[in-house]
């Protein structure tokens, strides 16, 4: 039903690669001038396959094949961490697009018809998943003007300086969009380690940071007994040993967890320390596991501030709530890799996707190819042509199995 050009879809995603290329990877953050040079590209490619595109008010980019009142939306992102790889979301977003081609080449028009987006700023210089929330409905106007990244520069004088300020917000439309599909190279070694060439996401985890912060007094180090001390850093050790024994010991068997930024101040040699600080990722399929992580935090901080003579507080950060995929939506991805002889599993996401924002709202699924040696977030990053090749059959083969079901 859907002529899809494989070869076709490999030109297109080597040559959105060119933008902001290093190495084999690409460093493109999101509204830096080789992202919006990478935008002007694919706008150009969706109105040449014959789409109605545009690019809307914060920089999300999306084409729905014309004639229909009704529209599977395929997605992804096309920004990359910094020194990232050329896969992460751009092969999604890739997808979509021959995929929306071979549905306007076919000479389609019935519902539902196909529309691809690229969602703005997934990875996060200004706020993760931001495309995504504001069509989602989960931000607005008044969000965008708060966002800064991490050298201050607004959010709000990024779209004035792309020209994208002023235009009307993409959002998700009830009425007209059906379902959901975010194909996604793994980002890990699951797959390979499995032998398998498809994945079936069941669910994204949900994600909890929070910062853990101690004070106590800077004493000399030297003159201080330690009996007398009143130490930030010995309750910060002894809190990051404890959260990880926790973690272990009463998380689920899919928790993972990162300690990942550290500041001691005065942060001497000779100085007892006065203030540590300690960034506290947390990650699980479960919202009642991780509420119990977020309860021992505050509770254990609580009880080693008392025995080591400080203080604690514990600042929260940004959230996100497990979403599962839907069970039929994803049932058409699974039986498009029978139907091509493809080798899949089922098997969660540790990584947050947009397809996270959109879950609540729309029926949505995603799928992944592997990643060699598991790599990604990396120019290292890659996948084989072939497995490539596949998840594009695979993805039109559920799209064609939507649109016309058995």
């Known amino acids: 039903m859907l002529p899809i050009d494989p070869q076709r879809m490999l030109a ?15 460093n493109r953050r999101s509204l830096t001038p ?19 595109a545009r690019i809307d008010g914060i920089g999300s980019v999306a084409g729905r094949t014309p004639g229909s009142r009704k529209h599977i939306l395929i997605g992804s992102h096309t920004d990359s961490v910094p020194k990232g790889g050329w896969l992460d979301g751009s092969m999604g977003v890739i997808f979509g697009l021959e995929i929306a081609r071979a549905y306007v080449e076919a000479g389609l028009t019935d519902d539902p018809g196909v529309e691809v987006i690229s969602f703005i700023d997934e990875e996060g210089r200004f706020a993760g998943l931001l495309g995504s929330a504001v069509f989602a409905g989960k931000m607005d106007e008044g969000d965008i003007r708060e966002l800064r990244d ?29 379902a959901y599909l975010e194909a996604h190279i793994e980002q890990g070694p699951v797959l390979e380690t499995a032998g398998k060439r498809i994945g079936l996401v069941t669910d994204i985890v949900g994600v909890s940071r929070c910062e853990v ?18 130490d930030a850093a010995a309750a910060l050790y002894a809190f990051a040993d404890d959260f990880a024994r926790f973690c272990r010991n009463e998380g689920s068997d899919r928790t993972v967890w990162n300690l990942g930024l550290v500041r001691l101040e005065p942060g001497a040699y000779n100085v007892v320390t006065q203030q540590a600080s300690l960034g ?11 509420d119990r992580i ?39 991805l699974e039986q498009a890799a029978a139907d091509l002889h493809a080798s899949s599993i089922r098997m969660p996401s540790g990584a947050g996707h947009d397809a996270t924002m959109l879950a609540h709202l729309v029926p949505t699924a995603m799928m992944f190819v592997p990643s060699i040696g598991g790599r990604s977030h990396d120019i290292s990053e890659d996948t084989r042509e072939e497995d490539i090749v596949l998840g594009l059959k695979v993805l039109a083969r559920a799209v064609e199995r939507i649109i016309a079901p058995s």
Request: charged content about 30%; overall charge negative.
């Open 12 to 26: 297109d995603l080597r040559a959105l690669a060119e933008f902001g290329k290093m190495g084999s990877g690409v």
């Open 34 to 52: 080789e992202d919006l040079a990478s935008r002007d590209w694919l706008l150009k490619r969706m109105r040449a396959a014959g789409l109605d």
């Open 150 to 178: 991490e050298r201050g520069e607004s959010l709000e004088s990024a779209l004035q300086s792309a020209g994208y300020a002023g235009r009307e917000l993409l959002r998700f439309e009830p009425d007209r969009h059906a």
């Open 213 to 230: 912060v101690f004070t106590g007094q800077a004493d000399h180090a030297g003159t201080t007994p330690m009996e007398l001390r009143r």
């Open 280 to 290: 506290v990722e947390y990650r699980d399929p479960s919202a009642d596991v991780l």
């Open 294 to 332: 977020r309860r021992y935090i505050v509770d254990h901080a609580g009880r080693l501030a008392e025995e080591h003579r400080v203080s604690a507080e514990v600042v929260p950060g940004a959230g996100i709530l497990p979403n599962p995929m839907d069970e039929s939506v994803l049932g058409h």
